[in-house]
Nanobody, 114 residues
Framework: QVQFVESGGGLVQPGGSLRLSCAASGSMFSGYTMGWYRQAPGKQRELVAR???????DYSDSVKGRFTISRDNARKTVYLQMDSLKPEDTAVYYCNYYVSPRAWGQGTQVTVSS
């Protein structure tokens, strides 16, 4: 059974950067497309970035050009580099499979505020 543990969130000023990490347990990682999702208060969870097993990437329009997703299959870890952060990026960030997400982890809180 796979579990995801997200880390790296925090409080950052507008224009700042953060790098999130998500470590996956279990064997189901390298062959799967992974996604970073976020959920802001009062809003539905949304996909912000995904990366395929061959490391092709795709981003939502709201983060394109500012966020970069990457993965290290040997470490079973997926990363999200977030630059030029905006207050509207404030949310809890989660990782999961892109297709058929499993149980969600606790996520990591990102707060962008001056």
């Amino acid at each position: 059974q796979v579990q995801f543990v997200e880390s790296g969130g925090g409080l950052v000023q507008p224009g700042g950067s953060l790098r999130l990490s998500c470590a996956a347990s279990g064997s189901m990682f390298s062959g799967y497309t992974m996604g970073w999702y976020r959920q802001a208060p009062g809003k539905q969870r949304e996909l912000v970035a995904r990366i395929s097993s061959s490391k092709n990437t795709d981003y939502s329009d709201s983060v394109k050009g500012r966020f970069t997703i990457s993965r290290d299959n040997a470490r079973k870890t997926v990363y999200l580099q977030m630059d030029s952060l905006k207050p509207e990026d404030t949310a809890v960030y989660y990782c999961n499979y892109y297709v058929s997400p499993r149980a969600w982890g606790q996520g990591t809180q990102v707060t962008v505020s001056s």
